[in-house]
């Protein structure tokens, strides 16, 4: 399978507790985007990478988020002290470089804080 | 501000044509999109056309854009039941460098058999 893949699926966290989920793209994408959908919405864009570097961040990626790319492949996305309002799916997608609009996405990780 | 609105609901019966209809505000949009999404999964790009097009055709899915009036459709001809999901216009703006995407509420489209 060559497509965008998450993990874990799925996630049933207390709150207060941490969380953190990964983000495998696309072989050779060198962008990488996380995004957050709660019920009856669109995707809401938190956070960019090109490659390892983190370019863009949204106003809502509050300081207890925090998203890495370490080796420019694979992305982590970690919650910390999770509140009952994180619960989302949250998504990923990748993008070639320059000069394609397109993003593919994963088929996300789906958060429940009780 | 940026935002892209959808009617929320369209039935349409089996065999019919589909109608999705979007509006977006942002006039510096370079890209707009249409993604597709069943229960419980992730998006699919189903197609997407540069702002200079007004119009982009791939298979049963035609895409027109008034650049003008900011308004997206995409038509889906002989509906099918499979079509059933909801369906999301974006947008993106090649001038961000990341062409991160805006997304609508989306629709939900009910195939009647």
């Known amino acids: 399978d060559t497509g965008v893949s998450q993990d874990p699926r799925h996630k049933i966290t207390k709150r207060g507790q941490n969380v953190t989920f990964r983000c495998d793209p696309i072989?050779?994408?060198?962008?990488l985007y996380w995004y957050r959908q709660t019920l009856g919405q669109g995707p809401e864009f938190l956070t960019y990478?090109?490659?390892?570097?983190?370019?863009?961040k949204s106003r809502l990626l509050s300081d207890r988020f925090s998203a890495e790319r370490p080796k420019g492949s694979f992305s982590t996305l970690e919650i910390q002290r999770t509140e009952q309002g994180d619960s989302a799916m949250y998504l990923c997608a990748s993008s070639p470089d320059r000069g394609s609009a397109e993003a593919f996405f994963g088929q996300g990780t789906r958060l429940t804080v009780v | 501000g940026e935002d892209v609105e959808q009617s929320l609901f369209l039935s349409v019966r089996e065999g019919d044509s589909s109608v999705i209809n979007c509006t977006y505000t942002d006039s510096s949009s370079t890209y707009l999109y249409w993604y597709k999404q069943e229960p419980g999964a992730g998006l699919q790009l189903l197609t997407y056309i540069f702002s200079n097009m007004d119009m982009k055709q791939d298979q049963r899915l035609t895409v027109l854009l008034n650049k003008k009036d900011k308004h997206l459709s995409l038509r889906i001809a002989d509906t099918q039941t499979g079509d059933s999901a909801i369906y999301f216009c974006?947008?993106?703006?090649?001038?961000?460098?990341?062409?991160?995407?805006?997304f609508g509420k989306g629709t939900k489209l009910s195939v009647i058999p």
């Open positions: 990478f090109q490659n390892e570097a983190q370019l863009e």
């Open positions: 072989s050779e994408h060198n962008r």
């Open positions: 974006a947008e993106s703006r090649a001038g961000a460098g990341s062409y991160q995407l805006t």
